[in-house]
Antibody
């Protein structure tokens, strides 16, 4: 059974960088797409972007200037960095796996989520 | 961005009922539509992809249909564990976008 687990600081100061890691267990990180999604009361569910196991990335244009997603295949992990955070970035952050099907990439497995609060 | 609109936003039903939730896309997405279930404080659970294909392990009481811009999720024979919030999501084009959710209450 594939499991994903997010980790990282739960509190980040405004203007600083939010950094999270997702550790994948029960399966390989290779040949899949790995996404970050966030959920806040104000904006609902928002897809941040994904990385393929080879390292190619696609980001949500609304966040693209501040987002970097990277992958560490040797440790079965991938990571999110979001720079210059504000209170609007306060949310529960989820990692999720996507598998290509008919040329597109639906999600199948999700992590439990981690709450990140932006506050001084 | 493609806007996903679910209706109703909330729905009350009883154990044993059959319910249908609707999702409408602001433009055609062929069948690149997924449905998720989320319980309070928990991660979303993937139920359906490609509008009507069940994810592995999801019971057949869940069914999806539709194509283009209009989609439905039907849940038959409601059980207490089915009361949750349901979301649709398009993965036809970037950025992927989600509906606002339908809260199914007992």
């Amino acid at each position: 059974q594939v499991q994903l687990q997010e980790s990282g600081p739960g509190l980040v100061k405004p203007s600083e960088t939010l950094s999270l890691t997702c550790t994948v267990s029960g399966g390989s990180i290779s040949s899949y797409y790995w996404s970050w999604i966030r959920q806040s009361p104000g904006k609902g569910l928002e897809w941040i972007g994904y990385i393929y196991s080879s390292g190619s990335t696609t980001y949500n244009p609304s966040l693209k200037s501040r987002v970097t997603i990277s992958v560490d295949t040797s440790n079965n992990q991938f990571s999110l960095k979001l720079t210059s955070v504000t209170a609007a970035d306060t949310a529960v952050y989820y990692c999720a796996r996507g598998q290509q099907f008919l040329g597109k990439v639906p999600f199948d497995y999700w992590g439990q989520g981690t709450l990140v609060t932006v506050s001084s | 961005d493609i806007q996903m609109t679910q209706s109703p936003s909330s729905l009350s039903a009883s154990v044993g009922d059959r319910v249908t939730i609707t999702c409408r896309a602001s433009q055609g997405i062929t069948n690149y539509l997924a449905w998720f279930q989320q319980k309070p404080g928990k991660a979303p659970k993937s139920l359906i992809y490609a509008a009507s294909s069940l994810q592995s392990g999801v019971p057949s009481k869940f069914s999806g249909s539709g194509s283009g811009t209009d989609f439905t999720l039907t849940i038959s024979s409601l059980q207490p564990e089915d009361f949750a919030t349901y979301y649709c999501q398009q993965y036809y084009t970037y950025p992927y976008t989600f509906g606002q959710g339908t809260k199914l209450s007992i």
